[in-house]
């Protein structure tokens, strides 16, 4: 991450954000200024949440993938869920099993970037990571079953 420095300093890239924020197309802007986003009292805050599914869609001349993520009823209202559009890179790198960390972890911080295509999105687990290359992204709670 540029700004980021995990597992759990959002400092600069928030400093930094008023001013990459024009530059982020509308979706990503708006999930990276939720003043939610990065409080870690807030029960809309990533921190903590657990990757719990991937979908990926194959448009023809797009692809889309949508990161469906678990929350805790003791820290997150509700999942979320982020779905990425026209992906150009998307990958994830996978840690290795530690004793109280099972491979990806809880999700520690996560840092949206302006990029030519859109945007970058990387997320930072305590054990791995997923970073996204995308024309925007939506990210949106879900109604708790």
């Known amino acids: 991450m540029k700004y980021v420095a995990l597992p759990f300093d959002a ?45 990926y869609a194959d448009q023809g001349e797009t692809v889309d993938v949508v990161l469906r993520f678990a929350h ?28 109280e960390i099972v491979r990806l972890g809880t999700l520690a911080l996560d840092e949206i970037l302006p990029h030519e295509h859109g945007c970058s999105h990387e997320i930072g687990f305590h054990a791995g990571s997923v970073f996204v290359v995308c024309r925007d992204l939506t990210a949106a709670w879900q109604p708790s079953e």
């Open 72 to 99: 805790s009823p003791f820290s997150h209202a509700a999942p979320l869920e982020i779905r990425y559009q026209d992906v150009l890179t998307f990958s994830v790198e996978v840690g290795e099993k530690q004793p």
């Open 11 to 55: 400092t600069q890239y928030l400093a930094k954000l008023p001013e990459l924020a024009d530059e982020l197309p509308p979706g990503a802007r708006e999930f990276a200024t939720d003043p939610h986003h990065y409080d870690f009292s807030s029960a809309y805050s990533v921190k903590d949440l657990k990757l719990a599914g991937i979908d």
